[in-house]
């Protein structure tokens, strides 16, 4: 039993929500970090969002604590405004992510960097953000200066990470930076967003990373009946989530959904942008935590759909169904409707209640064990009929800055005391330790 030789255990993070730190070493504002600062519309989350796990000045400790754990790799992000403040590369910045790479190298732990997980330089959001038709351009001028840094020591790259949620939560919510809810804006972003994607890979490359990826938040839609209504909603509520990226990256062409669910909203896009953004991938990150129940509702402001929960299925802090059937489900569906690729499922996890101050006998997390448990043989289940998945990194290593939601919601292994940042492993965390160590063949105890 176990899992593929090879195959690669991880855990990831990302830069604005473990950092800190964020003006250290000559670094400028990100957008989120005046979205926390007194005056945003987060300034209910400040300082903490300047803190946070204070990870720039602890990472040797962090290191430690992966190699201590048995993981083999560890996927972070770079901030962009602090290796790019004003356009300027930064040594100073760079030398930070230089240290971390070769402290992960030594310790045997391989580096993935994501480039741009949602933390965009403040003064580029001020030009109008991923509204900015020239946004695209000094995003891949950023991809260069960083993997010309970094690419002879990490192996694995992605231009971006859930560029869904940069769209959905930036400019239809309102609940992200720039704070915008206007879905007229969506198109115009998410094109961006596909065209720095391609613009990321051609930098990448040119600067001799050897393998680029995207990375991509899936949701499988169901509909909440059979009724035609139902099914109908749930492909748009797909095309809208899920096939809105996947499908120009990979196939060269938006979903067919789209026009109608924008109207005269949606855009005639040059037919070249498609052929930049449909750069050959060397994998696709997958991050997945739950499915989307879907039916259709007339009086919904945008999409016509609207959410069901499961009646009876657990449900996380974050209130997401836990349902690890989909994990599967999406692992073959991306194989189905793409073709070959390799997939790496970059995250998963789940927050649930956890104390705030750890116990002297640790942090028992019994519901996140669970969660992990089943949706690692979810992904052994998509192997085993056919899917090439290569490698698991769960969220994330540390309890951390979810965002909007400050430190409300836990979603770490590893526990983080929020007055001292002392770190305690919990009890996932040795579970974890154990799958990767024995790659997967804890799972299957001796009968």
């Given amino acids: 039993m176990g899992f593929p030789k090879g195959f690669l255990w991880g855990v990831s993070t990302s830069a604005y929500q473990i950092e800190g730190s964020p003006l250290a070493d000559g670094a400028d504002p990100s957008n989120w970090q005046r979205f926390c600062a007194p005056g945003g519309a987060g300034a209910h989350l400040a300082p903490r969002g300047d803190r946070a796990c204070d990870h720039y000045r602890r990472w040797r400790e962090d290191v430690a604590l992966i190699r201590e754990l048995g993981f083999g790799s560890y996927r972070f992000s770079v ?35 994501t480039l741009h997980h949602w933390d965009l330089p403040a003064e580029l959001e001020d030009r109008g953000g991923w509204l900015d038709p020239d946004l695209p351009g000094r995003f891949g001028d950023y991809a260069h200066v960083v993997a010309s840094a970094l690419a002879d020591r990490v192996p694995m790259w992605a231009t971006l990470n859930e560029p869904w949620v940069m769209m959905h939560e930036g400019h239809l919510t309102g609940s992200h930076p720039p704070c915008h809810r206007d879905f007229r804006e969506l198109p115009r972003v998410s094109h961006n967003l596909l065209r720095a994607h391609g613009l990321g890979v051609q930098a990448c490359r040119a600067a001799g990373a050897r393998s680029v990826g995207l990375v991509v938040n899936i949701e499988p839609k169901h509909p909440a009946s059979d009724r035609p209504e139902d099914l109908a909603a749930a492909a748009r509520a797909d095309a809208y989530m899920n096939r809105q990226y996947l499908d120009p990256v990979l196939l060269g062409r938006y979903p067919e959904e789209l026009p109608e669910l924008f109207g005269a909203a949606w855009p005639e896009f040059p037919e070249d942008d498609f052929k930049l953004i449909r750069q050959p991938l060397d994998y696709l990150g997958v991050n997945y935590y739950s499915r989307g129940i879907t039916r259709h509702d007339p009086a919904a402001p945008f ?15 974050m209130d997401w169904e836990v349902y690890p059937e989909g994990l599967t489900e999406t692992l073959l569906w991306l194989r189905e409707r793409y073709g070959e690729m390799p997939l790496y499922v970059n995250e998963n996890g789940a927050a649930f209640r956890d104390p705030d101050k750890a116990p002297p006998g640790g942090v028992q997390d019994p519901l996140r064990v669970d969660y992990f448990r089943t949706h690692i043989l979810a992904v052994r289940d998509a192997i085993d009929r056919g899917a090439d998945v290569r490698g698991y990194s769960a969220w994330s290593l540390l309890d951390n800055f979810e965002w909007a939601l400050g430190f409300e919601k836990r979603f770490g292994i590893v526990h983080v005391d929020y007055d001292t940042l002392e770190r305690t492993p919990k009890a996932s965390a040795r579970f974890l330790s154990g799958v990767a160590r024995s790659n997967g063949q804890s799972l299957y105890p001796p009968r």
Wanted: hydrophobic share 40%; charged share 20%; no cysteine.
């Fill in 79 to 113: 901030s962009w405004s602090r290796v790019m403040p004003g356009g300027r590369v930064n040594a100073a910045g760079l030398d930070f992510y230089r240290g971390l790479a070769d402290a992960l190298l030594e310790a045997g732990i391989q580096p993935q960097i």
């Fill in 303 to 317: 999409g016509r759909w609207s959410g069901v929960p499961h009646p009876t299925h657990l449900r996380t802090e």
